[in-house]
């Protein structure tokens, strides 16, 4: 994942793309012979080549006499994904030795196989003025190309070898963590967070050529497909997984039906990828979905944000973060900005950050698995949740149920502990000398309730009363007062409990008392 270009400019590794000329062929049939009796080509001025994405094949010319171009010096291409680059060396008058490497070549057939990056060495003999290199690449060709040493490159690929799996192992810990919650609770969106860490892996992995060089060095076509199949997947399972963290089908209807079509839009390209012989078109619309849809579910989840859902706090921090970077990286895709170091590769080095983020905030908010865990003891303790429900074996033969009844409603009236909203089945359980069982069964088959709508009974007969002798309150700070986590939470269950939203309750209690 991380083409960090992390060793220093000097001698040993150097920047020497204005050092070549080029010649851009539209055709692509110009031959080599044709080519050597071209007069005249362009200068490079600048640190990179900037030809973004093209179906022309580029042609570059060296001087064999130029220092940078010494015997036994490596010339990286810095892009991993590139095509195919064939170096034409002179060996003798009007003889020349082609070295190929590329990714629609298998590794073991690369001239420089040990490379991470499509790769050169100079040869010993120097014969003839002018050395050439054919570039042709459905990928970016916007991308600089460096003369190292020996030594500079060992070094260049011992230290972004130890970076990639580095980053690769902190991704696997939130990957089997993810995994552990959605096995051990049934939470789908730990299922949907663990495809959008995978996808996103193997999407970077493949477009840095990493995944290329240790999955599948010897599947070429493989690896064209792999980074598009990859990255148009994980739209799919990134926006269920924001769809369900968000709750946008309650919350925000109309952005989800948005999400799903082009989840479902983007599941459907994966297919007609495989059996696609070009991939420029669906590369475009793969970007022009993560573009449209960054500030599509920053807003959303803002707007959610100052509603009161102060739990998608981290969230906004972490994926609003990743995706501004992401931002950059997909402007450099589409050609509008140059390449640099930091604006390639920051979007790899803020993702691990971002997913131990998403991770947090997904287990903060089932901090509410208390809550969560509430419903499902109370599932597993009885047959369904009607009023007339009959427990195969009751865990109440023993307990007089009305005392049991009564010593909690006192103690939820004289102590208040629903105002706690981390208040759970089993604290009320310790407070009344029953085990979880016992309660969940009391309130389902003596009220016909579960024991979140108990609460929420006293927590909506306080809002109630605070709406009307305190009509001065905002609605967050009665949300909040009554044992609600927030604003949404309370309008949801106030209105589902009252048949008006808190708002529509105060004006009219504002309106009868005038």
Request: with cysteine.
């Amino acid at each position: 994942m991380a083409g960090t270009s992390c060793a220093p400019e000097g001698l040993g590794n150097q920047n020497i793309t204005n050092h070549f000329e080029f010649f851009q062929d539209p055709s692509t049939e110009i031959s080599f012979d044709q080519i050597q009796k071209l007069q005249t080509w362009n200068p490079i001025s600048k640190n990179q080549l900037s030809f973004n994405f093209t179906n022309d094949v580029i042609w570059l010319r060296g001087k064999t006499t130029d220092s940078v171009f010494s015997k036994d010096r490596i010339l990286s291409l810095d892009w991993k994904a590139l095509d195919s680059a064939i170096l034409y060396y002179p060996i003798k008058s009007k003889e020349f030795q082609t070295y190929e490497t590329g990714d629609t070549i298998p590794k073991s057939n690369w001239t420089l196989s040990e490379a991470l990056y499509p790769s050169f060495q100079i040869p010993n003999q120097k014969v003839g003025d002018y050395f050439y290199i054919k570039i042709k690449s459905k990928s970016l060709i916007s991308f600089p190309i460096r003369s190292m040493d020996e030594r500079s490159f060992n070094k260049y690929n011992i230290l972004e070898t130890a970076i990639t799996w580095l980053i690769l192992g902190v991704c696997a810990v939130m990957f089997v963590i993810a995994l552990f919650y959605f096995f051990a609770f049934g939470l789908s969106e730990f299922f949907f967070y663990s495809g959008y860490v995978v996808c996103t892996v193997l999407w970077y992995n493949g477009q840095y050529g990493n995944a290329y060089d240790v999955f599948w060095s010897e599947s070429p076509w493989w690896q064209n497909k792999a980074i598009l199949v990859f990255s148009t997947l994980g739209i799919p399972f990134s926006f269920q997984f924001v769809r369900m963290f968000l709750n946008t089908k309650t919350y925000n209807p109309r952005i989800d039906k948005i999400l799903l079509f082009i989840g479902i839009l983007a599941l459907i390209c994966v297919p007609a990828i495989l059996i696609s012989y070009t991939t420029k078109i669906f590369s475009r619309i793969a970007t022009y979905v993560y573009l449209f849809s960054i500030p599509l579910i920053l807003g959303t989840a803002i707007k959610n944000y100052f509603k009161g859902e102060k739990r998608i706090l981290f969230f906004l921090i972490s994926w609003g973060s990743y995706f501004i970077v992401s931002y950059n990286t997909m402007f450099y895709f589409l050609g509008i900005l140059p390449y640099s170091t930091p604006l390639l590769y920051s979007a790899v080095f803020i993702f691990p950050i971002d997913l131990f983020f998403l991770l947090f905030n997904l287990l903060l908010k089932y901090e509410k698995l208390e809550g969560e865990r509430n419903e499902i003891l109370h599932r597993i303790v009885t047959l369904n949740n009607a009023p007339t429900t009959r427990y195969v074996k009751s865990k109440l033969n023993a307990v007089n149920t009305e005392e049991s009844l009564s010593k909690l409603e006192s103690w939820m009236r004289k102590s208040k502990p629903y105002l706690d909203e981390k208040l759970d089945l089993e604290i009320a359980s310790r407070a009344i000398g029953l085990n979880v069982q016992q309660t969940s069964e009391l309130l389902n088959s003596k009220l016909g309730i579960s024991f979140r709508s108990y609460l929420n009974s006293f927590r909506i007969t306080d809002a109630k009363n605070f709406l009307i002798d305190n009509p001065e309150m905002s609605i967050l700070s009665i949300a909040y007062a009554t044992g609600f986590g927030s604003k949404t939470a309370f309008n949801v269950e106030f209105k589902k409990a009252t048949g008006l939203s808190p708002l529509q309750f105060k004006q009219s209690s504002v309106s009868k008392n005038s």
